[in-house]
């Protein structure tokens, strides 16, 4: 059974940081991609960041370019977001998300690329 478990979520002020958490089991997570996606209340969930499986290849929504680093660790099948300088626009659901990929360079950014889903951790950040 396929579990994506994300954490790390939580309320910060403005230009604050955190660091959120997926870890992943039930899957050659070494052979995955990964992503994170958003979604705020009333919108469609977005894009935000992906990384290929061998970690050497990362992708951020403009929005974020700049402020949030993707990483993974394939040791401990886990992949990180951090993000800095956060902004109230910032605040939603996050989910995290893997792909297979035969090619250890891609990255995925279209959401119905993905096969697996996390069940998502908040993050407010407060004005």
Known sequence: QVQLVESGGGLVQAGGS???SCVVSGLTFSRHAMGWFR???GKEREFVSAISWSGGSTYFVDSVKGRFTISRDN???TVYLQMNSLKPEDT???YCAAVYSSVGSYYYTKRAEYE???QGTQVTVSS
């Open 75 to 77: 040791r401990k099948n």
């Open 39 to 41: 979604q705020a209340p």
């Open 116 to 118: 697996y889903w996390g």
């Open 18 to 20: 955190l660091r959120l």
């Open 92 to 94: 939603a659901v996050y």
